[in-house]
């Protein structure tokens, strides 16, 4: 059964760079045709969709954080990584990374709380 | 980008009875709707893709209609754990990928 877990920093001051991991078990990273995605929700919200990134290394971004965005992963230990750059107090949020089986998103990790606060 | 709508707001139903969800979406999505599950305190978790499909291990009592602008998700018989918040999500044009803003059923 595929399991992710969210791990990272949960505290990052305003104008610095927010850095998660999503660790991938019960199956590999890059078997498939796969996107692994990451999700956020600010607390007592609606849910966002950040980005994508195909096994390949291919990338696909909200056009929304573009700017600030990048998804990269690591096969080789099973994992996927946000970085989110200039962040400021609305980029708290629970993120959530997800695997993208065919556009829609199923299963999620249990989902990490990122505060930006000085 | 293709914005989503929700309705209504909050669902107030007692258990037992059938509870009808609605999304409707800003252009023609065809049938490439999802809905979540959210639970206090959980992660979503994926019920129907397709605007029609069960995701494995969904229980018979939640269905998924609809096409085009207009989509719903009945539950047919309330359980006490179906109270919680449901999302619609589209992915026929992206990125982005967009949500609605959700459903909470709540119990009456």
């Known amino acids: 059964q595929l399991e992710l877990r969210e791990s990272g920093p949960r505290l990052v001051k305003p104008s610095e760079t927010l850095s998660l991991s999503c660790t991938v078990s019960g199956g590999s990273i890059n078997s498939g045709s796969y996107y692994w995605a990451w999700i956020r929700q600010p607390p007592g919200k609606g849910l966002e969709w950040v980005g994508s990134?195909?096994?390949?290394?291919?990338?696909y971004y909200n056009p929304s954080l573009k700017s600030r965005v990048t998804i990269s992963l690591d096969t080789s230990n099973n994992q996927f990584f946000l970085t989110l750059g200039s962040v400021t107090a609305a980029d708290t949020a629970l993120y959530y990374c997800?695997?993208?089986?065919?556009?829609?998103?199923?299963?999620w990790g249990q989902g990490m709380l990122v505060t930006v606060s000085s | 980008e293709i914005v989503l709508t929700q309705s209504p707001a909050t669902l107030s139903v007692s258990a037992g009875e059938r509870a009808t969800l609605s999304c409707r979406a800003s252009q023609s999505i065809s049938s490439d709707l999802a809905w979540y599950q959210q639970k206090p305190g959980q992660a979503p978790r994926l019920l129907i893709y397709?605007?029609?499909y069960r995701a494995t291990g969904v229980p018979a009592r939640f269905s998924g209609s609809g096409s085009g602008t207009e989509f719903t998700l009945t539950i047919s018989s309330l359980q006490s754990e179906d109270f919680a918040l449901y999302y619609c999500?589209?992915?026929?044009?992206?990125?982005?990928?967009?949500f609605g803003p959700g459903t909470k059923v709540e119990i009456k």
């Open positions: 397709g605007a029609s």
């Open positions: 997800a695997m993208d089986a065919d556009r829609w998103f199923d299963p």
């Open positions: 999500q589209q992915y026929h044009q992206w990125p982005p990928f967009t």
């Open positions: 990134i195909y096994y390949d290394g291919t990338t």
